[in-house]
């Protein structure tokens, strides 16, 4: 609670982490029966996590992998993305995002995002060369980009689309889950890929993990070999009853499979999955009405035709009328034991790829705008109305102390 009586002391007695998992007694049991199992890597538990997976999100395949990166880089791998190839990635993501289509030796072309965080239909439309491949939209924070115009330009360009759905499981555009079958129809095409993140502190976690959706019949059989070693098919049984000592290497494949440990927090996680979202989507609100009267403050803007699967709650600040920067802000709200984050420091600025792809500030404008004002607060299931408040408290008591 806050301790308005005393008020050069921290608003809450205790640090609230900008984000925390919610790990439960089944979760715990599921590991425990994993390790006890003796069968600690890619298993049964994997395969039960995929077809629940599957299942959930509507779509027929699920491959489960290591994490959203190795699940992004499996999905570009698999399109046959290679030096000369352009991916067209927004500017406003993680580093990840443009790091695989570089370890594949293509070249990540960063572009601008809008107002809503995502990459408009025009931007990707003036990003188009001879040589571009692909592009990876990402559903920022959790609310789809605009999947009908990406969708047309793909098909009339001939471009595939691997979907960044790191923050969108359980998101939902046009009333189906992000990565549901439902979208590839509309797409017309069998070359489309959704990766998820399972990341610790993702809307669902098994501490690493992530999952590549498709439609395709014939790419989820390239997906799964490409994530362990290029072997041939159900390699992960040679050593069950079933199984055979005998495999072939079909490609140099990566190590990227999901053991049964992550699996078995994945299936329970998954069960809670809506559950979580809800209690984001409470808090969501909470914060919004709360900061309806801050001019000071811009909340999230909500895109029509969308479920949001609240991963992020992103503020922008209007600097123009506050004393203080964002990055001031943040201290602020740390002096008064608020943790925060910032989605994202935009690719581009990276030295990396300032000094590899000859970036700058200034060519990229909307995006550095954006990251100069944002601030990503707590919001996660475990967290209480009190907390809720005490960063509502926090934020206005910041605001109200550093007024132009
Ligand atoms: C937008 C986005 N893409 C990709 C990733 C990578 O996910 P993972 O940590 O599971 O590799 C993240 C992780 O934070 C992310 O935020």
Redesign the pocket.
């Known amino acids: 609670m806050l301790h308005r009586e005393f008020p050069s002391l921290p608003v809450r007695e205790r640090f609230l982490p900008f984000a925390l998992p919610s790990i439960g007694e089944e979760e715990i049991a599921e590991v425990t029966d994993s390790l006890r199992s003796g069968w600690i890597t890619t298993g049964p538990k994997v395969k039960r996590f995929e077809e629940e997976f599957a299942q959930y999100i509507e779509c027929p395949h699920a491959v489960a992998v290591n994490?959203?990166?190795?699940a992004?880089h499996i999905a570009l791998t698999a399109l046959g993305i290679g030096p000369g190839d352009e991916v067209i990635v927004p500017t406003m993501?993680?580093c990840?995002?443009a790091n695989v289509v570089v370890h594949l030796g293509a070249r990540p072309v960063l572009v601008d995002v809008a107002e809503d965080f995502h990459v408009t239909p025009d931007t990707i439309l003036r990003a188009i060369t001879p040589r571009t491949k692909a592009v990876i939209p990402?559903h920022y924070s959790g609310q789809a980009v605009d999947l009908a115009s990406l969708y047309d330009i793909a098909r009339c360009h001939g471009l595939a689309v691997v979907e960044?759905a790191?923050?969108a499981v359980g998101a939902e555009y046009d009333h189906h889950k992000i990565g549901a079958a439902h979208h590839t129809k509309a797409l017309g095409l069998d070359n489309h890929m959704v990766c998820f993140?399972?990341?610790a502190i993702k809307n669902m976690a098994t501490g690493?993990?992530?999952m590549v959706v498709t439609s395709g019949d014939e790419l989820v059989e390239r997906i799964r070999r490409l994530s362990l070693h290029g072997m041939s098919r159900d390699a992960w049984k040679r050593y069950s009853g079933s199984g055979s000592w005998y495999y072939e290497v079909l490609e140099a494949g990566y190590k990227d499979n999901m053991t049964d440990i992550q699996a078995s927090m994945g299936i329970h996680q998954l069960k809670k999955l809506d559950r979580f979202i809800d209690t984001r989507a409470r808090y969501a609100r909470s914060y919004s009405e709360a900061f309806v009267d801050l001019p000071e403050v811009e909340t999230p803007l909500i895109l029509p035709n969308r479920k949001h699967a609240w991963h992020l709650y992103v503020i922008r600040l209007v600097l123009e009328r506050l004393r203080i920067n964002r990055a001031q802000f943040i201290e602020e709200l740390r002096a008064r034991n608020i943790g925060t984050s910032v989605h994202f420091i935009p690719v581009h600025l990276h030295p990396y790829y300032r000094e590899r792809f000859g970036h700058h500030r200034g060519v990229l404008k909307h995006a550095e705008y954006l990251y100069d004002r944002i601030v990503s607060l707590p919001l996660y299931p475990g967290m209480t109305e009190d907390d809720v408040h005490d960063v509502i408290g926090a934020v206005r008591d910041v605001i109200a102390a550093n007024r132009r």
């Open positions: 994490s959203c990166t190795s992004l993501t993680f990840s995002t990402v960044d790191a923050h993140s399972f990341y690493e993990g992530g």
